[in-house]
T-cell receptor, first 114, second 115 residues
Framework: QKEVEQNSGPLSVPEGAIASLNCTYS??????FFWYRQYSGKSPELIMF????GDKEDGRFTAQLNKASQYVSLLIRDSQPSDSATYLC??????????????FGSGTQLTVLP | DTGVSQNPRHKITKRGQNVTFRCDPI?????LYWYRQTLGQGPEFLTY????????KSRLLSDRFSAERPKGSFSTLEIQRTEQGDSAMYLC?????????????FGSGTRLTVV
């Protein structure tokens, strides 16, 4: 079992719709959770982080965390073609001797259709 | 410069040659990380520095790979005797040493092609 799993997609949504991206993780000791956006050929860019159970909203983005289910998601409201990218889920899996190392999923490719 | 800087952006090398990449982190960040990313995969952790000390290395970092961070400033990643399987994007990231962890800032990466 991978430490961080994402549906690889591709996920296509029409412009203006809600895109829902999901991620599960295996280590119950994980403390913090991140979503990165990566455009083709570019490096990852941090868009959201969440530490506590529940929802966290930032503009059109909402991160949701459920530690009991070991599940984190990202909702993108009013999706725009410029949101078309690969979205990477990253988890701070706490290991002995390891500090603040992020473990990434393989990413979900999102396409927003005009 | 307020971002993480990586050089070169692209490197094409012949199999068996040595290559070296450089990363300049955000100046106030004392933690520096190297990751490798292949097509269709997420970044994979290679190694981590806190100031000048290399505190963690992944098993992905074979003995052909070496990383340094002299004086806790810039870092270099060297690959000796490159193989075609080394072709990937090499990403450097940095973060602060604050108690609360707000994630990494990545550089633009160095894309290595071994022919």
């Amino acid at each position: 079992q991978k430490e961080v799993e994402q549906n690889s997609g591709p996920l296509s949504v029409p412009e203006g719709a809600i895109a829902s991206l999901n991620c599960t993780y295996s280590d119950r000791g994980s403390q913090s959770f991140f979503w990165y956006r990566q455009y083709s050929g570019k490096s990852p860019e941090l868009i959201m982080f969440i530490y506590s159970n529940g929802d966290k909203e930032d503009g059109r983005f909402t991160a949701q965390l459920n530690k009991a289910s070991q599940y984190v998601s990202l909702l993108i409201r009013d999706s725009q073609p410029s949101d078309s990218a690969t979205y990477l889920c990253a988890v701070n899996i706490v290991k002995p001797g390891s500090a603040r190392q992020l473990t990434f999923g393989s990413g979900t490719q999102l396409t927003v259709l005009p | 410069d307020t971002g993480v800087s990586q050089n070169p952006r692209h490197k094409i090398t012949k199999r068996g040659q040595n290559v070296t990449f450089r990363c300049d982190p955000i100046s106030e960040h004392n933690r520096l990380y190297w990751y490798r990313q292949t097509l269709g995969q997420g970044p994979e952790f290679l190694t981590y520095f806190q100031n000048e000390a290399q505190l963690e290395k992944s098993r992905l970092l074979s003995d052909r790979f070496s990383a340094e961070r002299p004086k806790g400033s810039f870092s270099t990643l060297e690959i000796q005797r490159t193989e075609q399987g080394d072709s990937a994007m090499y990403l450097c990231a940095s973060s602060t040493g604050q108690r609360r962890f707000y994630g990494y800032t990545f550089g633009s990466g160095t894309r290595l092609t071994v022919v």
